[in-house]
């Protein structure tokens, strides 16, 4: 039934998503920023891009602080931590990976974060062999909630978004997978299911390596 599989990177793929938000404390920190409302901050902007992010700080806040110049404490203390202890792939992603691939499934990324910076992470796991397609943030004029990233991957593939699954860790993820008319599963990772998770996602797992069971 499903011919095609759209993978999120952070918090999916890579075990990225706590290293993310240790440098959202140490940027809040920095500006002086409430800390009992990062943990509220990080999963509303999880799997957003930089620019819509920084319309959801500065609503969320109201701080009058620029959040390029927070972002960039956030990126320096992530880039910093991945250049000397790199990132963890999730449990099960290779397993995963190879099965989809025995089973002639196409494979895209669709992660918001840009090409240099995803590039990096993810070559020292000799995973990019596994996707046809890969789509970066920098390539999507809409980031996450909207669907372009997955239309963008859908069309890449040569799918229409019916046969495609997009695996997301996060509310906005799940919103763009469903909008652009995927199957959408969420793995949880960091981010608590609330309704508009459970109204967005249609199949809800604990470890990624429950995917298996979609193919069946």
Known sequence: MYKGIAFDMDGVILD???????????????????????????????????????????????????????????????????????????????????????????????????????????????????????IYGDMITRGKPEPDIYLTACRELGLDPSEVIGVEDSKNGVISSHKAGLITVLVKDLIPVDDVIKENADYIYDNIISIKDLFN
């Open 16 to 134: 990225s998503e706590k290293i993310y938000r240790k440098y959202e404390y140490e940027a809040a920190r920095h500006f002086g920023l409430p800390l009992d409302k990062v943990e509220d901050f990080c999963n509303l902007i999880a799997g957003g891009n930089k620019k819509a992010n920084a319309i959801t700080f500065d609503n969320f806040f109201k701080s009058g602080i620029d959040y390029y110049d927070y972002r960039a404490i956030v990126t320096a203390g992530v880039e910093g931590h991945a250049e000397e202890h790199g990132y963890e792939l999730k449990p099960g992603v290779k397993e995963l990976l190879e099965f989809l691939k025995e089973k002639g499934i196409k494979i895209a990324l669709a992660t918001s974060t840009e090409k240099k910076r995803a590039m990096k992470f993810l070559e020292p796991h000799g995973v990019l062999e596994y996707f046809d397609k890969l």
